[in-house]
């Protein structure tokens, strides 16, 4: 089979290796594709702390596909079943899957290509946000995951404010559901339309979706008293400075919406199906970027400039 492997830091090929034998409670999945994440970045940009070559397929976690192959003691699951999965080498035409960590994929998203982790992680920090009719929701940072956060928020019947520097993001976030757009771009300016938006309430919900420190900051002021801010958004190139005395003065709850636990990211990507299915939540226009599996390192760097016009990049087998 073919598979992606990074060979080094930007530098991606594609090798020809055995297709794997699924062991015991695995299936052996054909990938239609997979999706390309964010949070390969670090490996494909290279630190200290990875080694290369990787392993061909890795690190795609967002494949989806058909069972090819059953192993011993799989049940509920049969040769030619279309599934979404939770595995570790997924930019390859073949990928191992535990059987618990797939999602079966009803026929009415026959035609639709699913990368299961990241709608399963949106909906994760969906649940998190507890979002409620009526509310005031702010989401600052409108990239693949702030798009899909939007749309649930709005058919929560909450009204949502989208916040991004980007021009065809916030278009993005109107076709998804936001009620209002603002431009990211000065701090005191951002805050005073949110201000006169909520009539100085300012918004139950916040999550920050962008990873960076100066959304993280404005995030807390935007938050009401007893509000919640949920932090969705990658942090993990450094320290944060954050005011705490604004966050305790509001008494606000703060939540760290990321999950470890890959019992619990399945868990997000079933409901995802499921509300895909019922026409709650439809990534597919926000699929802006699909390349042939032989231009990993393109769609990474696609991942990583984020050119006018990109949400989010498949790979397909
Ligand atoms: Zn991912």
Not at 139 to 161: E, K, N, P, S, W
Not at 170 to 198: M, N, P, S, Y
Request: proline letters at 5%.
């Amino acid at each position: 089979m073919q598979a992606c492997v990074i060979a080094s830091p930007q530098q991606a090929t594609l090798q020809t290796v055995d297709i794997p034998e699924p062991g015991p409670g695995q299936v052996l999945l054909r990938l239609e594709g997979s999706g390309v994440c964010a949070s390969s970045l670090p490996l494909w940009e290279g630190r200290d702390w990875f080694q290369y070559p990787q392993q061909p397929g890795a690190p795609g976690h967002e494949g989806w596909g058909r069972v090819e192959a059953v192993g011993a003691g799989v049940s509920g699951l049969a040769r030619g079943d279309r599934v979404a999965a939770l595995t570790y080498r997924a930019h390859a035409e073949y990928d191992l899957a535990e059987a618990s960590a797939t999602v079966r994929l009803p026929e009415a998203l026959a035609s639709a290509a699913v990368p299961g982790e990241p709608l399963g992680c949106a909906v994760n920090i969906f649940r998190r946000s507890q979002i409620e009719r009526g509310q005031t929701v702010a989401i600052v940072g409108i990239g693949f995951l702030g798009a899909l956060l939007t749309q649930m928020a709005a058919h929560a019947g909450a009204r949502v404010i989208a916040l991004s520097r980007r021009g065809f993001s916030l278009d993005f976030a109107r076709a998804c559901g936001a009620a209002h757009t603002i431009a990211l771009d000065d701090h005191w300016k951002v805050i005073e339309q949110v201000k006169q938006l909520t009539e100085g309430r300012w918004c139950e919900r916040v999550i920050e979706a962008t990873g960076l420190q100066w959304p993280l900051q404005l995030a807390g002021e935007l938050t009401a008293e007893r509000g919640r801010l949920v932090i969705a958004g990658y942090h993990q190139d450094g320290m944060r400075e954050v005011n705490v005395q604004l966050w305790n003065w509001r008494g606000i709850d703060v939540i760290n919406a990321h999950e470890r636990d890959p019992r619990m990211y399945v868990d997000g990507m079933r409901t995802a199906v499921d509300w895909m299915s019922q026409g709650i939540i439809d990534p597919e226009p926000l699929y802006t970027h699909r390349l042939p599996l032989d231009r990993l390192g393109e769609a990474l760097e696609l991942t990583r400039n984020r050119p006018d016009g990109f949400m989010k990049a498949l790979v397909t087998a």
